[in-house]
Every structure is written in structure tokens, then in C-alpha cells.
T-cell receptor, first 116, second 112 residues
Framework: ETGVTQSPTHLIKTRGQQVTLRCSSQ?????VSWYQQALGQGPQFIFQ???????GRGNFPPRFSGLQFPNYSSELNVNALELDDSALYLC???????????????FGPGTRLLVL | GQSLEQPSEVTAVEGAIVQINCTYQ??????LSWYQQHDGGAPTFLSY????GLEETGRFSSFLSRSDSYGYLLLQELQMKDSASYFC?????????????FGDGTTLTVKP
């Protein structure tokens, strides 16, 4: 196991609702990235947080937002849910240092979101 | 931007060796990672190349050549449990604002 945890494991929402997903990083890691993975596709990068600041963002609308807390845990918030938001949401933690940059990422088990 | 290409499917027999290639286009990245994902599960880290050359971890090895924009994952002594999807991924450096990009995955089927 990676030490990265996510909650909840499964979630069912209706279109237009809002959802908050949570992630606890692996001990010693200071960077969290969030991904959306639709069935049969690779993970799509949503955004990354480093030291509580957004450090990069993929092609997702502003209704996808996030937070990183001082203990490096993180939240992903999605407003105005759409049917296409149904997917597996993954967080990955990693260590970013001045010397080596960002090292490899370790994934949590994911939250499976179904929007009806 | 960043993009990665890998074969969509590979089939091999138990005990054999298989190589999954990954070519990429990126303006800057820290390293190339490989992940395994079984149906319904989360990606599991397999190997990471920050520098050119070969990294070996048990039955799995990974290779990176930055000059050729190319890497591969080598799986030896294939077992039935190795049937899964395999993804290559680059972690973008500061020129790519920390963006990480995954390939679309290679489905490996191991037959008896």
C-alpha cells in the first residue's frame, strides 16, 4: 500500500449538486495531484497543489477547485455536477524538492463518482 | 503541451518477456514513470526514470532515452497476474507548470 488514502470510496450524486472528495498524502510528501479517469482511458490531470498553492492545472473548467492544507492533505471540489463528471477520481502524492524537482507519484485507491 | 503514445494492446504467453514502448513529446519533464492498473483498481507505481538508462526492479525494468524521446517497460517471466493496463506518464517540470500527462495505456493480456 502507498499510504495515500481517499474518501469516500464511492459516491452517487445528481446533476447540479456539489461534491467534495478528500485525500491524505503519504507521509513526507508535500505535493498532491488530482486526476479524473473515465472508463477505458488514462488518468487526466486536473490540478496539482504544492505547499498549499495551485501549481499547475489541466483542461478542466473552474467548477473544479481544490485546496491543500498545512498537513498536505487535500480536497477536490466539483460544483454544478454534470453527467460526464462520472468517473474515478484519483489523488497522487509526491515529494517536490529544490534539488530533484518532483519525484514520482503514488496513487490513492480513488473515489468512484456516479452522477445521475 | 505534452503527449505520450503507447500501443493499445499487447499479448504474450506465460513465462515470456514483453516490452511496452512509450514515445513522448514534451518541452520539459522531471522523469518518466510507469504504472500498472488492474480493472477497477488504482494505478500502482512500477518504475521511474529520472535519468537516461535502465532501471531494474525485480521482474520489471524501465528504460529512458531523452535524446530519442523514448522509453519502455520490460516485463520478464510473465505471470497471469501481470494481465493489466500499463501506463507511461511524464511529470512536467516548471516549464509545464507541474502538469503530469499519462498515455492512454497498453492492455497486456498474458495467456497460458
Amino acid at each position: 500500500e502507498t499510504g495515500v488514502t481517499q474518501s469516500p470510496t464511492h459516491l452517487i450524486k445528481t446533476r447540479g449538486q456539489q461534491v467534495t472528495l478528500r485525500c491524505s498524502s503519504q507521509s513526507g510528501h508535500n505535493t498532491v495531484s488530482w486526476y479524473q479517469q473515465a472508463l477505458g482511458q488514462g488518468p487526466q490531470f486536473i490540478f496539482q497543489y504544492y505547499r498549499e498553492e495551485e501549481n499547475g492545472r489541466g483542461n478542466f473548467p473552474p467548477r473544479f477547485s481544490g485546496l491543500q492544507f498545512p498537513n498536505y492533505s487535500s480536497e477536490l471540489n466539483v460544483n454544478a455536477l454534470e453527467l460526464d463528471d462520472s468517473a474515478l477520481y484519483l489523488c497522487a502524492s509526491s515529494l517536490t524538492s529544490g534539488r530533484f524537482g518532483q519525484e514520482t507519484q503514488y496513487f490513492g485507491p480513488g473515489t468512484r463518482l456516479l452522477v445521475l | 503541451g505534452q503527449s505520450l503514445e503507447q500501443p493499445s494492446e499487447v499479448t504474450a504467453v506465460e513465462g515470456a518477456i514483453v516490452q511496452i514502448n512509450c514515445t513522448y513529446q514534451t518541452s520539459g519533464f522531471y522523469g518518466l514513470s510507469w504504472y500498472q492498473q488492474h480493472d477497477g483498481g488504482a494505478p500502482t507505481f512500477l518504475s521511474y526514470n529520472a535519468l537516461d538508462g535502465l532501471e531494474e526492479t525485480g521482474r520489471f525494468s524501465s528504460f529512458l532515452s531523452r535524446s530519442d524521446s523514448y522509453g519502455y517497460l520490460l516485463l520478464q517471466e510473465l505471470q497471469m497476474k501481470d494481465s493489466a493496463s500499463y501506463f507511461c506518464a511524464v511529470i512536467g517540470d516548471n516549464t509545464n507548470a507541474g502538469k503530469s500527462t499519462f498515455g492512454d495505456g497498453t492492455t497486456l493480456t498474458v495467456k497460458p
